[in-house]
């Protein structure tokens, strides 16, 4: 990472396994956070100045560095709206709330406050005042229910009520501790007792539905309480719970960001972490909409059974919308006086509504790889200097399978050449700001809502969403407040048989059609006009000093974009079939309930499946899945049991299935269908295409095959294959056995 960081460096410890430097504030308004798997605490001014980091490794198993801003969530100027008045200034708030918490925010770089924050700071400080503390029958403001989307300063618009909540309960604590001793003039008592409460009891729980959601929030809380000494601490799945306990019982306990899994099995298994939480103060659920669609609602149930009752605490909850599972939730947490406050305007735009938006529908699922890196090629010439791509896919096998993909290839086939950092983004990794100007973060859905990457350039869509909702959170992952020097857009890559989803999910939506052939000459276009010197990359700020962008672009960008095809040919001859058959059984477990939103029979989506694992993926025939697999995830009702073998029936490599989606996505009849791809005896296959007929219940990535909760990245960890350089488990490599012969039995 080419930004020098600030030497100053702040006592905070975040446990779940993921040790946190805070680093003094980066230019403009960002923070970095470097991550160390199991590295143990140095010291640092003394014991009582920790200094604790976490390294997350990439999937290619080297150590990666990411940078997330907090300028779109943070640093308003005068508000989205230009007829608007200015937005007030952060003086506004002395007298509200202490120095040190003003000190954080300045240092952080705010100088004025986004609409959601104003509209949660005029009730302080009545609202920072703990309910123990209020006289009895004191009708000020206690529980709020914000209504405000990603992206609007909502993150500061709670932290601020907690941190000053926590600083006069702890104060509270040390004066009772004296007055009980009788002499009020020990300051020494006085600050024993405020380190003692402090160690014991939890202030403020936030729960975040995501790993890097929960993240990015601690690392901005600790930014926040950087005055105060205060400690956060992280609790989320996938890391060490006996850890987790160690750093919990060892520091202070102000603010506690965590994942639902995680949370309720500490609480459930852990008398300290019960005790602790029994006398918290506050609890701010964020983006609760995302937290009931990702089926969180019974651990939410289950948490609030350890936390005091809603009489006896406050609760924030914030979300993009209140439908009716919110508004449930908001009835069982918060105290039936809340006040509800909408930061929405119903005459505010969506963020989708001003970024320009193409769909293609590829004539064959071969095209699917060679053209996203057209449209990445694209970008950078487009962008030259400040492109960052997000690929949304809908599992975490296929983006791990792609993002794999994309590094064996990307450095041949794109013009920035090897200055293209591909990022693979899930549940393990933190966002990442790169300023190299060629980045390409591949993700899942986990990533679509909640996370802030900045300036982000364009995003990329393959295959459908969950639903159009979703869609709609990917595209506002660019076109952002805040978002400068970039031109963006949304492109969205659909299979044939895919098209379903447009015409009946997508029919608001300002969506223009491209095909592959219009992209595939204005990527020509562009080369031609970078290779002509009518185009050309941003200036080095260091005259005769080249920047790695300069030394990396390809001299010939034409040259480059016109080897893709063959690049990706070439480099799919060595992806191991084992790894196709992985992602193709994640694929059936998402498009599993997809039947409807498409407006196809799910047998036909099972044919369409093993077809895109013969034209896309190169596989010499199609994989095998039992009747009783499919019957197990709700997709082979009606179905013939078929006795021969798929190979044996089909005689030979070169047929293909029968393709019965032609048409835009319609129901198709019954007849025209070719069942064999999925006929034979489930004793045939191996157990991880699901068990024996009398074997009990099959899986595949990890879920529950009737909902939308396939191969989610939720916080209590994945049965998937690990990139992880630490991990001794079985590699998920495309690449790592090499093709099997045709008629080998898999």
């Known amino acids: ?5 600030a030497p100053a460096l702040r006592r905070l410890t975040l446990c779940g396994g993921a040790r946190f430097a805070a680093l003094h504030r980066v230019p403009p308004a960002s923070v970095a956070v470097r991550a160390f798997l199991g590295s143990s605490l140095s010291s640092l001014n003394g014991p009582a ?19 997330f801003s907090a300028e779109d969530d943070l640093a308003f100027g005068a508000g989205d709206d230009k007829d608007s008045k200015p937005a007030p200034t952060l003086d506004t708030l002395e007298g509200k709330v202490s120095d040190e918490t003003l000190k954080g925010l300045r240092d952080m770089g705010i100088t004025r406050l986004s609409p959601v924050q104003e509209a949660v700071f005029s009730h302080l400080p009545e609202l920072a005042i703990p ?24 993150t500061v618009g709670f932290l601020v009520p907690a941190i000053e909540m926590r600083k006069r309960t702890i104060e509270a604590a040390g004066l009772a501790a004296v007055k009980e001793a009788g002499d009020e003039s020990d300051t020494r008592l006085c600050r024993q007792a405020e380190r003692t409460f402090a160690r014991r009891n939890v202030g403020t729980l936030i729960i975040s539905p995501t790993r890097e959601l929960a993240t990015q929030l601690a690392a901005e809380a600790i930014r926040v309480t950087k005055h105060h000494g205060m400690e956060v601490r992280l609790f989320t799945g996938g890391t060490n719970k006996s850890a987790q306990m160690r750093d919990f019982t060892r520091g202070r306990r102000d603010i506690v960001v965590a994942t639902t899994g995680r949370l309720r099995d500490l609480l459930q298994s852990e008398p300290d972490v019960r005790a602790a939480f029994a006398k918290m103060d506050l609890l701010v659920l964020d983006e609760t909409d995302t937290l009931l669609d990702q089926g969180f609602r019974d651990d939410l149930d289950a948490i609030g059974e350890f936390l005091p009752n809603a009489q006896n605490r406050q609760t924030l909850l914030f979300s993009a919308t209140v439908p009716r599972n919110v508004q449930q939730v908001a009835r069982a947490f918060m105290h039936p006086q809340h006040e509800v406050i909408d930061c929405i305007k119903d005459d505010t735009p969506p963020v989708h509504a001003h970024v320009p938006q193409h769909y293609t529908l590829l004539p064959n699922a071969k095209d699917q790889v060679p053209h996203l890196l057209r449209l990445i090629a694209h970008d950078q010439m487009v962008n030259p200097g400040t492109s960052k791509v997000i690929v949304f896919l809908p599992t975490l096998k296929l983006t791990q399978l792609f993002a794999t993909i994309l590094r064996g290839v990307a450095n041949k086939t794109v013009p920035a050449g090897s200055a293209t950092r591909i990022h693979e983004l899930h549940s393990k990794l933190a966002q ?12 899942s859905d986990v990533s679509a809502r909640g996370v802030d990457y900045p300036n982000v350039s364009r995003v990329i869509q393959i295959g459908i969403p969950s639903s159009a909702e979703q869609y709609i959170h990917r595209i506002g992952r660019t076109g952002r407040a805040g978002s400068k020097g970039v031109n963006p857009r949304g492109d969205f890559i659909l299979q044939n048989w895919e098209s379903g989803f447009l015409t009946w999910q997508l029919t608001d939506i300002p969506i223009k059609p491209s095909t592959v052939a219009e992209i595939k000459d204005e990527v020509a276009d562009l080369a031609a006009k970078f290779d002509a010197g009518e185009l050309t990359l941003p200036e080095s700020e260091r005259p005769g000093h080249p920047t790695r962008l300069q030394e ?73 899945v039992s009747p009783g697999f499919l019957r197990d995830i709700g997709m082979g009702e009606g179905q013939k049991r078929h006795r021969d073998r798929p190979d044996q029936r089909r005689g030979g490599n070169d047929r293909r299935l029968s393709k019965p989606w032609v048409g835009r996505g319609a129901p198709m009849a019954e007849g025209g269908r070719d069942r064999r791809s ?38 209590r960890g994945q049965r998937r294959p690990s990139f992880d350089g630490g991990e001794r488990r079985e590699q998920f490599n495309p690449f790592g056995r090499g093709r099997r012969e045709s008629g080998e039995d898999y």
């Open 1 to 5: 990472m080419a930004t020098s960081l």
């Open 49 to 67: 100045a920790r200094f604790a980091a976490t390294r997350w490794q990439s999937t290619s198993a080297a150590a990666a560095h990411f940078q």
């Open 131 to 154: 309910i123990s503390q209020r006289p009895e029958g004191s009708t000020a403001t206690r529980d709020l229910l914000v209504k405000a989307r990603t992206g609007t300063g909502k």
């Open 432 to 443: 990442n700001a790169h300023t190299s100007g060629a980045a390409v973060m591949v993700t």
């Open 552 to 624: 990396a672009w390809a001299p010939s960008a034409s040259a480059v974009v016109k080897d893709i095809d063959p690049q990706v040919a070439q480099l799919l001859r060595r992806v191991d079939e084992s790894a196709v058959r992985e992602t193709f059984l994640s694929m059936i477990g998402f498009y599993a309930s997809k039947g409807q939103d498409l407006r196809m029979e799910k047998t036909v989506l099972v044919e369409a499946l093993q077809q895109w694992t013969v034209d896309a993926m190169g596989l010499p025939q199609p994989p095998y």
């Open 678 to 715: 999925y006929g034979g005896r489930d004793e045939h296959r191996p157990s991880r295409y699901g068990q024996d007929s009398d074997g009990g219940r099959r899986r595949y990535d990890g879920g529950d095959s009737r909902t939308s909760r396939y191969d989610r990245d939720s916080d």
